[in-house]
């Protein structure tokens, strides 16, 4: 079964084809800068032995529409396409970042769907109508695909009352559905089972924290299957520090930018989302060159990191006190997964709390999931590489299945 997963954004589509029956990836990439005059689409083809055949290719992408088609021309191009036919593909999971409170889990797509998708935009302007435009979109271009919308807020929906809401007027909640919703739900998802997998235990038996650290960041507290917290909240903006964004800041801070730095409510959320985090505080937003930065002895970068880890560790201890037991930390994503110095900050002296990282593991090579934690740790300390599309890809295949059993 192949299974064509899309993430589209205002002017962007990106893509992943997989073999479901092995779980293979067969292709991948991105139309980039539609509506530009620079667009372009990046498309690659991997064989069964991993090797791979990359092409690039500038062309003029009017609007999504025109994309979509561009990349089925590459998927079944005779050289660079896996599939001979579009009509191969049996389904196409969508990414669609807010679900509200509507969806739970991985949802068949239908006209039912799509109103209530556009009835959570107010949740998330920026990203429900591009998502809906890509559904639009692969509806016309896959006829006969059934069309699957895994939410990024659906895992987060086991959350309870006492951590969701938040304690202003009820009525904000009842009436305008102004709660923590929680976002990377695919991420905390596909890691909580693959760490499951690696310890030999069902997942509905451990507590775990998951820590996924990309671009954008946010902890989980995963007990015994289910999300019961989540660093962000009504929007991706609350919670750890990012590489752009501030996290947690004082609520009224926006009140002192408006009425004492005479900024606009523009201003305030440009600042707030895309200047600060790591950016703001020490210039650049990338780990990499923050962690340089910081090696050739820049105050300010080293302070960044503190900041950074020192955020992560408090909520490890908060969500250890709301688990009230931990088997796994995992970290994951691009930080979480190749930054040792961030791992290594974050659990510094959690002895207390059963967590102790063992150095040699942690700046050790490897891939796939590694162990980091040291032999007398009690808890287990993972490193998992997370991969959103193929949690995706799976989730569209059992809801399919489950539709074929019915
Ligand atoms: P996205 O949220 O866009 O999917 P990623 O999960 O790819 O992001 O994470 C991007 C972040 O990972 C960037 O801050 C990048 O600097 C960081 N990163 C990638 N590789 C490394 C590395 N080897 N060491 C430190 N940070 C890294």
Known sequence: MKILVINTGSSSIKYELFDMDNHLAMASGMAEKIG?????????????NGESAEKMEGVLIADHHEGMKRIVDLLVD???????????????????????????STTIIDEKVIAAIKENIPLAPLHNPPNLVGIEVARSVFPDATQVAVFDTAFHQTIPMKAFLYAIPFDMYRKNRVRRYGFHGTSHAYVA?????????PLVELNLITIHLGNGASMAAVKL???????????????LVMGTRSGDVDPALPFFMANHLGMSLRDIDEILNKDSGLKGLCGTNDMRDVIEKKNAGD??????????????????????????????????AGIGENAP?????????????GIEIDEERNYGTGSGIREISSQKSKVKVLVIPTDEELEIAQETKTVLQKTLME
Request: charged share 20%; aromatic share 8%.
């Open 193 to 201: 089972q693959r760490a499951a997998d690696y310890m030999g235990q």
């Open 299 to 332: 105050d300010r970068a080293r302070i960044a990191l503190e900041v950074y880890a020192y955020r992560i560790k408090k909520y490890i201890g908060a969500y250890f006190a709301a688990l009230g037991s931990l088997d796994v930390v995992v970290f994951t």
């Open 225 to 239: 299957g289910k999300s019961v917290d989540t660093t962000m909240g009504m929007t991706p903006l609350a919670g």
């Open 36 to 48: 530009e005059d620079t667009s372009l689409i990046i498309h690659k083809r991997i064989l069964p």
């Open 341 to 353: 110095y961030i791992r290594e900050l974050s659990c510094s002296g959690l002895n207390g709390l």
């Open 78 to 104: 005779p050289e660079l396409g896996p599939i001979q036919d579009k009509s191969d593909i049996s389904a196409i999971g969508h990414r669609v970042v807010h679900g509200g409170e509507t969806f739970h």
